[in-house]
Each structure stands twice: as C-alpha cells, then as structure tokens.
T-cell receptor
Framework: NAGVTQTPKFQVLKTGQSMTLQCAQDMNHNSMYWYRQDPGMGLRLIYY???????DKGEVPNGYNVSRLNKREFSLRLESAAPSQTSVYFC????????????FGPGTRLTVL | GENVEQHPSTLSVQEGDSAVIKCTYSDSASNYFPWYKQELGKRPQLIIDIRSNVGEKKDQRIAVTLNKTAKHFSLHITETQPEDSAVYFCAASVGGSYIPTFGRGTSLIVHP
C-alpha cells in the first residue's frame, strides 16, 4: 500500500514550457486535491476533485488545469509555466465517507527559470 | 470564505518546555479542525484533529482545545523533544464539503 504517490520529485522548466504533474492514490479515496506551498504562505488549494468525474477551482487556479483520469489518478498541468509558479506542489486524497483526514503525497519541487 | 490566522510564525523552546500554537477562524460554520506536522523536506502529516462537538482532545504529549464562541483553537505540546522540531499547520473546514483552509504555519524549534 503506497498511499499517495507523485511524479516527478523535482523539475526545472524554462518560462513558457508546459508539463504535467502526476498523482495517484491506492486507498480507494473519493476526493483528491492539489496544493502549492510557498514559504510563509501555508498550503493553498489549486484545484480539487470531490469525486471521480468532477473538478473544481480552489483558491489559486490561474495558470493550471487538472484532469481526474479515474478514481486513482489526478493530474495537474501547467500549460505555459511562469516564474511565479516556482513552488512545491502537494497532492492529497481523502476518504470522504469514513474520515476527514487528508493524506499527502511526497511533493514535487518545481523551479521555473 | 474561511480565513485562518495562525500565531506565532516561529516558536523557539528548550527541550522539556511546553509549546502552544494558536489559530483563529472566521466562519462559524466550520466544524472540523485538524493539525498537521511537516518535517523539513517531508509531506504534511495529520497529528491530531478535533470536531466542534468536543472542547478538548489529547493524544499522549499533544492536545488540542477548541473555543467555538471565540472561534479559536490551540495545539499544546508538553515535554517537548528535539524531534518535535517541525512546521505545524492548523486548518479549518465545514464538514461535508471538506475544503480546508490552512493557516500559514508555525516553525517550532526545540533546543536540546
């Protein structure tokens, strides 16, 4: 049982490049989330998916898109990366039925030059 | 929307002392309050949580208290140890929807 996994762990992009961050969970959770973490700013919600087939914007969605591919996988795409998107990105999942506990992935450290 | 304020941003204590981190929230409908610990370079992990129908909850050296009237909740760590050094985040959410709002974090440093 791997929990929540994310790929890649590190990535360096040039301004304007695109990339997709991958997230998968094997806990059969319904809800999945993408956060970014910047120094002194806590965890800010980018997008979330309450259940398979649905996605909604969070606090800071501009410049990002998401896809809930199936119940296990939730990807985050940067279409045209900007230096302001340099951050650590965390994926999380939650079993909405049994508990409110969120389980986080190990994070992706992204640098945009 | 919900707004969560967390204080202090940095807390330095000696090993064995107690540490208290405080959070306030704005939405009176919030009813679930988790606390996460994040060690350097690691992911956030839940350490304790409390629901609005409970005033206090303890788990060994950590405890959380909730004052619904004043809309604030606190994390208490007793007999601190160097391995307690980490960033601690509070969060608040309305049950059912569960879109938590996080505080900005407190960096706890425990000196041996």
């Amino acid at each position: 049982n791997a929990g929540v996994t994310q790929t890649p762990k590190f990535q360096v992009l040039k301004t304007g490049q695109s990339m997709t961050l991958q997230c998968a969970q094997d806990m059969n959770h319904n809800s999945m989330y993408w956060y970014r973490q910047d120094p002194g700013m806590g965890l800010r919600l980018i997008y979330y998916s309450a259940s398979e087939g649905t996605t909604d914007k969070g606090e800071v969605p501009n410049g990002y898109n998401v896809s809930r591919l199936n119940k296990r996988e939730f990807s985050l795409r940067l279409e045209s990366a900007a230096p302001s998107q340099t951050s650590v990105y965390f994926c999380a999942s939650r079993n909405r039925v049994r508990t409110d506990t969120q389980y986080f992935g190990p994070g992706t450290r992204l640098t945009v030059l | 929307g919900e707004n969560v304020e967390q204080h202090p941003s940095t807390l330095s204590v000696q090993e064995g002392d107690s540490a208290v981190i405080k959070c306030t929230y704005s939405d009176s409908a919030s009813n679930y309050f988790p606390w996460y610990k994040q060690e350097l370079g690691k992911r956030p992990q839940l350490i304790i949580d409390i629901r609005s129908n409970v005033g206090e909850k303890k788990d060994q050296r950590i405890a959380v208290t909730l004052n619904k009237t004043a809309k604030h909740f606190s994390l208490h760590i007793t007999e601190t140890q160097p391995e307690d050094s980490a960033v601690y985040f509070c969060a608040a959410s309305v049950g059912g929807s569960y879109i938590p709002t996080f505080g900005r974090g407190t960096s706890l440093i425990v000196h041996p």
